[in-house]
Protein backbone atom coordinates (compact mmCIF):
# COMPACT_ATOMS: atom_id res chain seq x y z
CA UNK A 1 0.00 0.00 0.00
CA UNK A 2 1.32 3.22 -0.50
CA UNK A 3 2.01 5.92 1.88
CA UNK A 4 -0.64 8.71 2.09
CA UNK A 5 0.41 12.10 1.56
CA UNK A 6 2.02 13.73 4.37
CA UNK A 7 -0.21 16.54 5.94
CA UNK A 8 1.80 17.15 8.73
CA UNK A 9 5.66 17.47 9.68
CA UNK A 10 8.33 18.96 11.63
CA UNK A 11 11.05 21.14 11.73
CA UNK A 12 14.68 20.29 12.38
CA UNK A 13 14.55 22.24 15.56
CA UNK A 14 11.24 21.48 16.50
CA UNK A 15 11.84 17.00 15.95
CA UNK A 16 15.08 17.83 18.68
CA UNK A 17 12.81 19.53 21.11
CA UNK A 18 10.17 16.96 20.74
CA UNK A 19 13.24 13.85 20.99
CA UNK A 20 14.08 16.29 24.60
CA UNK A 21 10.38 16.01 25.32
CA UNK A 22 9.35 12.04 24.99
CA UNK A 23 13.10 11.39 26.90
CA UNK A 24 11.67 13.10 29.73
CA UNK A 25 7.69 12.06 29.41
CA UNK A 26 7.54 9.53 27.28
CA UNK A 27 5.37 8.99 24.22
CA UNK A 28 3.59 12.14 23.01
CA UNK A 29 0.57 13.38 21.02
CA UNK A 30 -0.24 16.59 19.13
CA UNK A 31 -3.94 17.95 19.08
CA UNK A 32 -4.54 21.20 17.24
CA UNK A 33 -7.61 23.07 18.69
CA UNK A 34 -9.38 25.69 16.87
CA UNK A 35 -9.19 28.71 19.63
CA UNK A 36 -7.48 31.92 19.73
CA UNK A 37 -4.58 32.88 21.41
CA UNK A 38 -2.73 29.84 22.46
CA UNK A 39 -5.79 27.46 21.12
CA UNK A 40 -4.22 27.85 17.72
CA UNK A 41 -1.02 26.41 18.37
CA UNK A 42 -0.11 22.97 18.30
CA UNK A 43 -0.52 21.14 21.63
CA UNK A 44 1.85 18.35 23.03
CA UNK A 45 0.64 16.04 25.68
CA UNK A 46 1.63 12.96 26.91
CA UNK A 47 -0.08 10.16 25.08
CA UNK A 48 -2.92 9.33 26.53
CA UNK A 49 -3.66 12.24 28.84
CA UNK A 50 -5.52 14.40 26.24
CA UNK A 51 -8.91 12.08 24.70
CA UNK A 52 -9.32 13.00 21.07
CA UNK A 53 -13.08 13.21 20.11
CA UNK A 54 -15.06 11.40 17.83
CA UNK A 55 -14.74 13.86 15.02
CA UNK A 56 -11.43 14.84 15.36
CA UNK A 57 -9.09 14.02 12.66
CA UNK A 58 -5.72 12.53 12.56
CA UNK A 59 -3.83 13.96 10.43
CA UNK A 60 -0.33 12.04 10.33
CA UNK A 61 2.76 11.35 12.98
CA UNK A 62 5.35 12.84 13.24
CA UNK A 63 8.79 12.09 14.49
CA UNK A 64 8.49 8.33 14.10
CA UNK A 65 4.96 7.66 16.20
CA UNK A 66 3.81 10.94 17.98
CA UNK A 67 0.11 11.32 16.29
CA UNK A 68 -1.28 14.55 15.04
CA UNK A 69 -4.99 15.57 15.77
CA UNK A 70 -6.57 18.61 14.43
CA UNK A 71 -10.50 19.24 15.36
CA UNK A 72 -13.00 19.14 12.48
CA UNK A 73 -14.10 22.85 12.76
CA UNK A 74 -10.11 23.81 12.47
CA UNK A 75 -9.17 20.71 9.78
CA UNK A 76 -11.80 22.26 7.48
CA UNK A 77 -10.03 25.24 7.31
CA UNK A 78 -6.90 23.86 7.06
CA UNK A 79 -7.55 21.16 4.66
CA UNK A 80 -6.32 22.36 1.91
CA UNK A 81 -2.47 22.89 3.50
CA UNK A 82 0.16 21.11 4.45
CA UNK A 83 1.30 21.75 7.94
CA UNK A 84 4.76 21.99 9.45
CA UNK A 85 5.49 22.45 13.60
CA UNK A 86 8.27 24.87 14.07
CA UNK A 87 9.74 26.04 17.43
CA UNK A 88 9.93 29.56 18.57
CA UNK A 89 11.37 31.33 21.85
CA UNK A 90 8.50 32.38 24.24
CA UNK A 91 6.62 30.64 26.46
CA UNK A 92 2.52 29.77 25.52
CA UNK A 93 0.01 30.03 28.55
CA UNK A 94 -1.47 26.63 27.90
CA UNK A 95 -0.40 23.28 29.32
CA UNK A 96 1.73 21.96 26.08
CA UNK A 97 5.09 20.12 27.34
CA UNK A 98 7.25 22.26 25.70
CA UNK A 99 6.35 25.36 28.31
CA UNK A 100 9.03 24.77 30.54
CA UNK A 101 11.42 24.85 28.05
CA UNK A 102 10.67 28.65 27.58
CA UNK A 103 9.11 27.62 23.89
CA UNK A 104 6.28 27.19 22.20
CA UNK A 105 5.43 24.97 19.42
CA UNK A 106 3.93 27.14 16.38
CA UNK A 107 2.10 25.92 12.80
CA UNK A 108 3.50 26.79 9.59
CA UNK A 109 1.69 26.30 6.33
CA UNK A 110 1.35 26.23 2.64
CA UNK A 111 -0.93 25.13 0.10
CA UNK A 112 -1.21 22.00 -0.83
CA UNK A 113 -0.11 21.42 -4.24
CA UNK A 114 -2.51 20.34 -7.35
CA UNK A 115 -0.44 16.77 -7.75
CA UNK A 116 -0.85 16.62 -3.82
CA UNK A 117 -4.55 17.28 -4.05
CA UNK A 118 -5.21 15.03 -6.89
CA UNK A 119 -3.51 12.46 -4.44
CA UNK A 120 -5.51 12.90 -1.38
CA UNK A 121 -8.95 12.52 -3.96
CA UNK A 122 -7.75 9.27 -4.10
CA UNK A 123 -7.12 8.00 -0.68
CA UNK A 124 -9.43 6.81 2.10
CA UNK A 125 -10.98 9.48 4.58
CA UNK A 126 -8.37 10.34 7.40
CA UNK A 127 -9.74 8.58 10.30
CA UNK A 128 -11.27 10.53 13.48
CA UNK A 129 -11.33 9.86 16.84
CA UNK A 130 -14.12 7.87 16.18
CA UNK A 131 -12.44 5.43 14.60
CA UNK A 132 -9.31 5.13 17.00
CA UNK A 133 -8.95 2.12 19.25
CA UNK A 134 -7.64 1.86 22.75
Known amino acids: MEARTRRVELTPAAEE ?16 SGGCCDGSAPMCYPRGEFRVGASDVLLGHVAGDAPFWMSADQYAYWSHTHLTVDVVAGRGS ?14 RSRLLTDEELRRIDTEPPLPTGADATG
Do not use: D, N
Open 94 to 107: GFSLEAPEGVRFLL
Open 17 to 32: LLRRIVGTHGPVMFHQ
